[in-house]
C-alpha cells in the first residue's frame, strides 16, 4: 500500500509546478490550459511554468480534459512521408514549436501512395481529443480523410500542401522564386547547358519543374532536349537521372535538383562517375535538409524557412483552437521567400 501511494505522489501535479516555479496554482492551470484570461500573464512568468512543466514531467491527461471538454493540450500532426528527410526536420521543428506554446504533439501518418481512400481522421490520429490538426504535405489522395476533417469542429492548418485543394489556412514557400534563385547562381557562374531533376511527388507537383523551364525559355529561348529529367524521390532516382543525363553527347555542366535527397543522390553519382563536382559539374539542390551542409562538397541549396513556417502554422493552430467552436475559419493562404545557400558545390563550368 505504501508503495502504491508513494508511486501516486511521484507524479507531478500542477500544485507541484506552483510550488516550483513560485507561482499560483490557478495562474499554473491557465498557462498549461491555454485558455485565454482577463488578468494578462507576464511572458517570463509563462516561460517559467512551462520550463517548470517539463523540468518536473508533467503529463496532463488529455482524454480527461477532453471528456470535460477543456484543451486537452494536444495538436495533431498528420504527416504524408515519415520516410522523408525533409519532413524529419518539419516534425522537429513542430514539436519544438508547440511545446513553446505549452502543446505536445500526436503524430499521425497518411501513406503517400493512391488506393488508401478509405483512410478516416480517427484511423489516421487514432483519437479525436486534439485542439487542432496540421497537415503536413500533399494529402490530396486521401479524399475520405479530408472529407472527415472538414466535418470536424477542431481546426486545421495545411503546411506544403501540393495539389491539395486549399480549404483550410494554408503556409506555403514560393516554389518559383526559390528555382529561380537557384538558377540565376548558375547563370551568374557562367552556366548556360543546365539540367533539371524533378523529384516524382504525389499528385504531379510540378510547380518547380514549371518554374525551371520558364526560367531556361526567357534567358536562353529553349530547354536543350533531354535537360528535364524526372526521378524517384530518393537517392537512388538521383543517382539513375544523372547517369542518364551525363552520358548523352552534350552532358550538362549544371544540375538543378529539386530536393536536397535527388542532389545528394546526383553527388554520388558524379563521384562514381569520376565527375568532380564542382570543377566539372555544379549542383543545386532545393529544401536545406540537415544533411546539405555536410555532403563532399557541402550542397549548395535553397532553404526551405521551416522554422518560420511552422512557427507561423502553430501559432495560427492554437489562435483557432481558443476561438469559439463557432468561429469561420476561412481558407486563407500564407506565403515565406525560400534562401539560396550557396556552399562549395557549384563553381563557374570549366573551359571545354
Do not use: C
Request: glycine share 6%; proline share 7%; no cysteine.
Amino acid at each position: 500500500m505504501s508503495k502504491d501511494r508513494s508511486a501516486r505522489r511521484s507524479v507531478p501535479t500542477m500544485r507541484d509546478i506552483a510550488a516550483a516555479a513560485a507561482v499560483s496554482q490557478s495562474t499554473v492551470s491557465r498557462v498549461l490550459s491555454g485558455a485565454p484570461t482577463t488578468v494578462p500573464i507576464a511572458a517570463e512568468t509563462r516561460q517559467r511554468v512551462l520550463r517548470t512543466a517539463r523540468e518536473l514531467g508533467y503529463r496532463p491527461n488529455p482524454l480527461a480534459r477532453g471528456l470535460r471538454g477543456a484543451s486537452t493540450n494536444l495538436i495533431g500532426a498528420v504527416v504524408r512521408d515519415f520516410s522523408d528527410l525533409f519532413f524529419a526536420g518539419a516534425i522537429e521543428a513542430l514539436v519544438v514549436e508547440s511545446m513553446a506554446h505549452g502543446y505536445n504533439v500526436v503524430l499521425g501518418h497518411v501513406p503517400g501512395r493512391a488506393g488508401d481512400e478509405a483512410l478516416s481522421l480517427t484511423t489516421v490520429l487514432e483519437t479525436r481529443h486534439t485542439d487542432a490538426v496540421v497537415l503536413l504535405g500533399d494529402m490530396q489522395q486521401h479524399p475520405q480523410f479530408l472529407a472527415d476533417l472538414r466535418n470536424s469542429i477542431v481546426p486545421v492548418v495545411a503546411l506544403w500542401p501540393g495539389t491539395s485543394p486549399r480549404e483550410f489556412p494554408t503556409v506555403d514557400a514560393d516554389d518559383r522564386a526559390g528555382i529561380r534563385a537557384g538558377l540565376s547562381h548558375l547563370v551568374s557562374l557562367g552556366h548556360k547547358r543546365i539540367a533539371y531533376i524533378n523529384a516524382e511527388l504525389p499528385n504531379e507537383y510540378r510547380a518547380r519543374e514549371d518554374a525551371f523551364l520558364d526560367f531556361m525559355r526567357e534567358r536562353f529561348g529553349a530547354v536543350p532536349p533531354g535537360y528535364a529529367e524526372r526521378s524517384l524521390s530518393t537517392l537512388a532516382g538521383g543517382d539513375a537521372a544523372l547517369r542518364r543525363l551525363m552520358d548523352r553527347p552534350d552532358p550538362p555542366t549544371a544540375i538543378a535538383a529539386s530536393t536536397d535527397v535527388v542532389a545528394v543522390g546526383v553527388l554520388h553519382a558524379a563521384h562514381s562517375l569520376g565527375v568532380t563536382v564542382p570543377d566539372r559539374l555544379s549542383v543545386v539542390g532545393f529544401d536545406d535538409i540537415a544533411i546539405a551542409a555536410h555532403t563532399v562538397p557541402a550542397l549548395t541549396t535553397v532553404r526551405m524557412p521551416i522554422s518560420e513556417i511552422v512557427g507561423y502554422a502553430v501559432t495560427q493552430a492554437v489562435r483557432l483552437a481558443r476561438e469559439p467552436a463557432d468561429v469561420q475559419r476561412l481558407p486563407a493562404l500564407e506565403i515565406f521567400q525560400p534562401a539560396l545557400i550557396v556552399r562549395d558545390s557549384t563553381a563557374p563550368p570549366a573551359p571545354r
